[in-house]
């Protein structure tokens, strides 16, 4: 039975990855691994579940009813899980969680791990990716998600907190630039824009003074896909951008960059965490999240900023 359960995670694995490479990746196994985990599966059930070309893998029709039907079995391997959880309910067994990359490293990442040195039985498994996830066929117990959620079909969602964002700028830029006054200063300047979702540029959105609100459509000559390089753009002194507190913290800390526009709030987004909806919480789900949500608004606010 240990053995059969475990050729069909590997199958459930595979086939909502799309990949042998990537599931491997998943699952902590060689692509080849997986393969040979995939063959001894379709060997035993007299059946291909893969149609396999040199472009990659694909579910055959009766894999793909075969993969349905496994993943309801995953789901009911779960819910015994929740049926056998600790008897003092503290958390315990394999967590897995995912979150965008920077996020998840700065903020997800350093409450979950000490949350694991306080409970030695809690294992985790975090992955760090700025690409959708599909929680309920990659058997994600609980993803952190920014922004709005367009598809709650099946999930369930908790706001951890509200991070805002700051206009900042390498003090070299500023002393060859000068700085901004006002936020229709900032047309005159070089922006560093966020470019996503088919290209569009995300417009920077600001509270002011007076409690109104402002939005900007920036121009600038550089755009990135990654908040990070914008970051170390800005460091270099090539334009102002407009960045989440917590990812630049260090930076102004350090006196790398410097606050622009200081007095009118420029505004994020809200950080959920989604869990899918089950009978059952496990412990391990329940102390995340409660986690999450007393530890993220410190660490996405940076109070003293």
Request: proline residues 5%; neutral net charge.
């Amino acid at each position: 039975m240990v053995d059969r359960l475990s050729g069909i995670s590997v199958f459930v694995q595979a086939a909502g990855a799309g990949s042998f490479a990537r599931a491997g990746d998943q699952l902590g196994l060689t692509r080849s691994a997986v393969g040979k985990a995939i063959a001894r599966l379709e060997d035993r059930l007299e059946t291909r579940l893969f149609n396999r070309t040199t472009r990659g893998q694909s579910l055959t029709d009766r894999g793909q009813d075969f993969y349905e039907r496994c993943l309801r079995i995953m789901a009911e391997v779960d819910a015994a899980e929740a049926v056998l959880d600790t008897d003092d309910g503290s958390p315990s067994g394999l967590l897995r969680v995912s979150a965008p990359v920077l996020l998840g490293r700065q903020c997800v990442a350093p409450i979950l791990v000490a949350l694991a040195k306080r409970h030695p039985k809690l294992e985790l498994d975090l992955r760090f990716s700025d690409h959708f996830v599909d929680i309920v066929e990659d058997r994600i117990d609980l993803a952190v998600r920014i922004g709005p959620l367009p598809d709650r079909s099946g999930l369930l969602s908790r706001t951890l907190g509200t991070f805002d964002q700051m206009l900042c700028a390498a003090p070299s830029y500023i002393a060859s630039r000068g700085c901004p006054l006002t936020i229709d200063d900032l047309l005159e300047h070089e922006c560093l824009l966020y470019s996503r979702r088919g290209g569009r540029i995300e417009p920077w959105r600001f509270k002011l003074g007076d409690g109104n609100a402002a939005e900007l459509s920036p121009v600038g000559r550089l755009r990135f896909d990654d908040l990070d390089a914008i970051a170390n753009a800005a460091v270099d002194g090539v334009g102002i951008a407009c960045l989440p507190r917590w990812l630049v913290r260090t930076r102004i800390e350090s006196g790398k960059l410097l606050a622009v526009l200081g007095s009118h709030r420029a505004l994020g987004n809200d950080v959920h965490a989604v869990r899918p909806q089950t009978p059952h919480v496990l412990s391990k789900v329940r102390f995340a999240v409660e986690e999450l949500a007393k530890k993220m608004p410190q660490s996405l606010q940076c109070p003293n900023l």
